[in-house]
């Protein structure tokens, strides 16, 4: 009997060893694989590299990765809360409707501006929140924009999008300029200043919101906005500040790939493919301008978390680089010890770790925007 449970024993560790070092990782990564897409190859050989040993264990690790975000739960409950919470409704307009796909946006108003006629009005910041161009809503971003409001002394507007499949970056791109015009023309009913208006922007938020300047300075036809009103909205624009963007798509294509994560991301289905990766990189249509275009490009503030494996700190430091090179005014801040999820959430409770710091340099750059000391 002794001997047959040391039999046991040993036949049972390289079982549980086999489970955790192969049945796991390859159970989770074929899930991700079969949810949210296979590898684009021809016939079987998608499979085929979809079974790649180092394509399992990234893409697991990656999927793991994200069970930190357990840690949010508070926080949901908190923003569901208030966002359901009649009372609050004096802070807000609730989903108001705007642009040419009657999308939704949420407009929290400045606590210590009046509302009424007469009164001064305030700068508009215009928040555009990520979720790798397929996922995302304004609700979620209820107490950001409170705190953003409050903050930075603005009306504050947050806008939904439509994301991947309903719609690809040129649409998302689309419904930010709609944003933009319904700010233009809804300036005197909301007491807020439509020539002066800040964008932010979040990870994918942060990618459409440069995009969305660069092809309104272009002029383009695809916008589907009168060239008049592009330019109405151009100068309006006092600048940007993006939060852990992307700004190169190729450059980020190739991180995905090294994370093993760039088949079953949204980002190059968005974009329908990778020839569009140009097209859809601000860092490219950069390149692309030249004298009255250039000069026509607002000052751009970058904030990156240096503890970022999403998007990796160097997106914003080579953009800014090529910005300084192309004479347009840039700021760079590379904040230490946060994530690509911190730098965002821990703007939305004053408790949070990160608030004051991410709010401080925010704060600098809004002043600076504005043009005030």
Known sequence: MRNMASLKHRISMPVVAGVLLVGVPYSISLA?????????KPGCRKYIEALKPRRI??????????????????LYFQWKLWYKNIENRKHYEKGITFGRRSNKLDLYYCPTAGRGA??????LVVF??????????RSIYCLLARRMAEELGATVVCPDYCTYPKGNVLCMVQDITDCLVWARENDKKFNFDKDNIVLIGHSAGAHLSALAILFLIDGRDELFVEAGVQRDITKAIRGLIGLSGVYNILDHYEHE???????VSTMHKAMNGVHNFPYYSPEHILNTFSG??????PPISLLHGTNDIIVPAE????????????SVKASLYLLPNIDHTEI??????PDRRFYHAVYSCIKREYNKLLGVC
């Open 57 to 74: 264990y990234c893409l697991t690790r990656a999927v793991l990765e994200t069970l930190k975000y357990l840690q949010y739960g508070k």
């Open 344 to 349: 965002v959430t821990d703007l939305m409770v």
């Open 128 to 137: 555009i929140y990520g979720g790798a161009w397929g996922s995302g809503d």
């Open 257 to 263: 790939q090294m994370r093993a994560v760039e088949y």
């Open 118 to 123: 007469g009164e001064k009005p305030v700068p």
């Open 32 to 40: 991700a694989q079969w949810l949210y897409g296979w590898p684009n």
């Open 292 to 297: 009255d275009k250039l000069e026509r490009v």
């Open 315 to 326: 997106s914003s430091s080579k953009f800014s680089e090529l910005l300084t090179s192309r």
